[in-house]
């Protein structure tokens, strides 16, 4: 591509580029540091109303779970666990005394780390291979 070609915003991202540090890069990623794989899933929900009686229910549902970890972040909540946990959005809804469904619930979920799927009305994350180590829900 000549000079001529780049628009201001790929001349932008070439000269961000070019800083690089590639072999410093290299090391952070696969050194003593860098990405290790786990079997923690983690799940992030941005705070409201129905979100502060999720974390309520999962600390007191997890409670016996030493890996299990609810982290306030200031907007969020940060969740953390080995292997999987779920989310039954009906007791949920009796916690809130009105209907709540899970999919009010993913209007708050940020992001995960982990297989995420929706059973019914039960959010769940897992490292599971859905179809391969446990059944697909239906």
Same mark, same amino acid.
């Given at each position: 591509? =000549?000079?001529?070609?780049?628009?201001?915003?790929?001349?932008?991202?070439?000269?961000?580029?070019? #800083?690089?540090?590639?072999?410093?890069?290299?090391?952070?990623?696969?050194?003593?540091?860098?990405?290790?794989?786990?079997?923690?899933?983690?799940?992030?929900? =941005?705070?409201?109303?129905?979100?502060?009686?999720?974390?309520?229910?999962?600390?007191?549902?997890?409670?016996?779970?030493? #890996?299990? =970890?609810?982290?306030?972040?200031?907007?969020?909540?940060?969740?953390?666990?080995?292997?999987?946990?779920?989310?039954?959005?009906?007791?949920?809804?009796?916690?809130?005394?009105?209907?709540?469904?899970?999919?009010?619930?993913?209007?708050?979920? #940020?992001? =995960?780390?982990?297989?995420?799927?929706?059973?019914?009305?039960?959010?769940?994350?897992?490292?599971?291979?859905?179809?391969?180590?446990?059944?697909?829900?239906?």
């Amino acid at each position: 591509m =000549t000079d001529a070609a780049l628009n201001p915003h790929h001349a932008s991202v070439d000269r961000r580029v070019a #800083s690089v540090d590639v072999e410093r890069l290299r090391a952070d990623m696969y050194g003593e540091n860098g990405v290790v794989e786990s079997r923690r899933v983690v799940l992030a929900l =941005t705070k409201a109303d129905e979100i502060e009686a999720t974390v309520e229910w999962l600390a007191e549902r997890y409670e016996d779970d030493p #890996s299990f =970890t609810i982290e306030d972040c200031g907007t969020f909540y940060r969740i953390d666990c080995l292997e999987g946990f779920e989310i039954d959005a009906d007791e949920i809804g009796e916690l809130l005394g009105r209907p709540f469904s899970v999919y009010d619930l993913l209007v708050n979920v #940020s992001t =995960t780390i982990g297989r995420a799927y929706v059973n019914g009305n039960v959010f769940a994350i897992t490292t599971d291979l859905i179809g391969w180590e446990t059944e697909v829900p239906r």
